[in-house]
T-cell receptor
Framework: QKEVEQNSGPLSVPEGAIASLNCTYS??????FFWYRQYSGKSPELIMS????GDKEDGRFTAQLNKASQYVSLLIRDSQPSDSATYLC??????????FGQGTELSVKP | SAVISQKPSRDICQRGTSLTIQCQVD?????MFWYRQQPGQSLTLIAT?????????ESGFVIDKFPISRPNLTFSTLTVSNMSPEDSSIYLC??????????FGPGTRLTVT
């Protein structure tokens, strides 16, 4: 059973702090990794994708991938109340079939 | 980027009935998928909608319960058949755009009473 694990949270951080979200996956052949943000009552929105080991930065977001440790993370710098949402880690290891983690609920307190 | 729409956005249905959900994309896409998000849960892939051939279903999902059509490269439907309260979920279509990225439609919120 291929699995993607996330801390369910909730993760609470003060405004302006760094939020760190973590994800592990079980299938070593996984090649593509994604972070989605889902606001309550809305559909998931793709915010980051990463395919090779190391860091990938996009604005306030940094995705980190370590394939040896089967670990993906998302850092959100200068967290804002508008970042409060559920963050879903997804792994694609069969040509488009995404396996999702349970999601981490992030709350950014003003 | 492609615009994905779904109809209906929400519905309340009686048990034993069926509902067909439509997914429309404003450009041709090769790969379309259907996911389910049960209350308080994450997303689970139901099937890959293949253009011109039968959908490919994931373990735990069967064609009799979730028939899917994909008549062309911009449109797909998912039918939830013989509904029970356990089918109450958000149903989402997604497309694969670019090489790897996948984007979701707005979803259809289904309540079965």
């Amino acid at each position: 059973q291929k699995e993607v694990e996330q801390n369910s949270g909730p993760l609470s951080v003060p405004e302006g702090a760094i939020a760190s979200l973590n994800c592990t996956y079980s299938d070593r052949v996984s090649q593509s990794f994604f972070w989605y943000r889902q606001y309550s009552g809305k559909s998931p929105e793709l915010i980051m994708s990463i395919y090779s080991n190391g860091d990938k930065e996009d604005g306030r977001f940094t995705a980190q991938l370590n394939k040896a440790s089967q670990y993906v993370s998302l850092l959100i710098r200068d967290s804002q109340p508008s970042d409060s949402a559920t963050y879903l880690c997804a792994v694609d290891n069969q040509g488009g079939k995404l396996i999702f983690g349970q999601g981490t609920e992030l709350s950014v307190k003003p | 980027s492609a615009v994905i729409s779904q109809k209906p956005s929400r519905d309340i249905c009686q048990r034993g009935t069926s509902l067909t959900i439509q997914c429309q994309v404003d450009s041709q896409v090769t790969m379309m998928f259907w996911y389910r998000q049960q209350p308080g849960q994450s997303l689970t892939l139901i099937a890959t909608a293949n253009q011109g051939s039968e959908a490919t279903y994931e373990s735990g999902f069967v064609i009799d319960k979730f028939p899917i059509s994909r008549p062309n490269l911009t449109f797909s439907t998912l039918t939830v058949s013989n509904m029970s309260p356990e089918d109450s979920s958000i149903y989402l279509c997604s497309i694969k755009a670019g090489i790897y990225e996948q984007y979701f439609g707005p979803g259809t919120r289904l309540t079965v009473t």
